[in-house]
Nanobody, 123 residues
Framework: QVQLVESGGGLVQAGGSLRLSCAAS????????MGWFRQAPGKEREFVAAIIWAGVRYADSVKGRFTISRDTAKNTLYLHMDGLKAEDTAVYYC??????????????????WGQGTQVTVSS
């Protein structure tokens, strides 16, 4: 059974930093698209960042502030967030699929999802 478990969320002041982790179990995701999405109250789930076959991709709203990375030995995905803003407040979800196919910014691309971790940025 494949599981993705996020951790690292919390409450932080504007301008602060957090690092989210997503530990995968049940299979490895070495050559797979993996990403982070977020969902604020009353809004649709939106793309944040992804690791694809060609490198990394970011939403314009987080470019230059967030960094996605993967430790294949630990089968873990990370999202380092700097310069946090109030508008970054959301539940953050880790997602993965079994290969590099699909459109990285689309929720429909991903086969596996974590349960989410809350990030709250106070202004």
């Amino acid at each position: 059974q494949v599981q993705l478990v996020e951790s690292g969320g919390g409450l932080v002041q504007a301008g602060g930093s957090l690092r989210l982790s997503c530990a995968a179990s049940g299979r490895t995701f070495t050559r797979s698209t993996m990403g982070w999405f977020r969902q604020a109250p009353g809004k649709e789930r939106e793309f944040v960042a992804a690791i694809i076959w060609a490198g990394v991709r970011y939403a314009d709203s987080v470019k230059g502030r967030f960094t996605i990375s993967r430790d294949t030995a630990k089968n873990t995905l990370y999202l380092h967030m700097d310069g946090l803003k109030a508008e970054d407040t959301a539940v953050y979800y880790c997602a993965a699929r079994g290969d590099y196919s699909g459109t990285y910014a689309s929720v429909d691309t991903y086969e596996y999802w974590g349960q989410g971790t809350q990030v709250t940025v106070s202004s």
